[in-house]
């Protein structure tokens, strides 16, 4: 299984990115997919989440500037990134879980976004 993190780097505050991952190994329309992050000097929390039947969840910091989507065929999740503080400055996770037939959990290597001017 892997999970391929792509799109990080330096931003400006107010700026914007676009993270994707891609995912090979896994059924990928059986998982629900989410996006992670660890900020330096503290724990990995998370930013958002699509299920594989397409429900949404966002961290409350994120809601409303990020958007997470997927693309069954393509076996990719990416989460558009708007209007960047500081505070977004990360490793960002991609995460791949499923409970059927029996519980998978699955990390990404992480991308690290860093916002500042």
């Known amino acids: 299984v892997q999970l391929v993190e792509s799109g990080g780097g330096l931003v400006q505050p107010g700026g914007s990115l676009r993270l994707s991952c891609a995912a090979s190994g896994i059924i990928f329309s059986a998982y629900d997919m989410g996006w992670y992050r660890q900020p330096p000097g503290k724990q990995r929390e998370l930013v958002a989440i699509?299920?594989?039947?397409?429900?949404?969840m966002y961290a409350n910091s994120v809601k409303g500037r990020f958007t997470v989507s997927r693309d069954n065929a393509k076996n990719t999740v990416a989460l558009q990134m708007n209007s960047l503080v500081p505070e977004d400055t990360a490793v960002y996770y991609c995460?791949?879980?499923?409970?059927?037939?029996?519980?998978?959990?699955?990390w990404g290597k992480g991308t690290l976004i860093t916002v500042s001017s």
């Open positions: 995460n791949a879980q499923s409970d059927y037939p029996r519980p998978a959990n699955y």
């Open positions: 699509i299920t594989n039947a397409g429900r949404i």
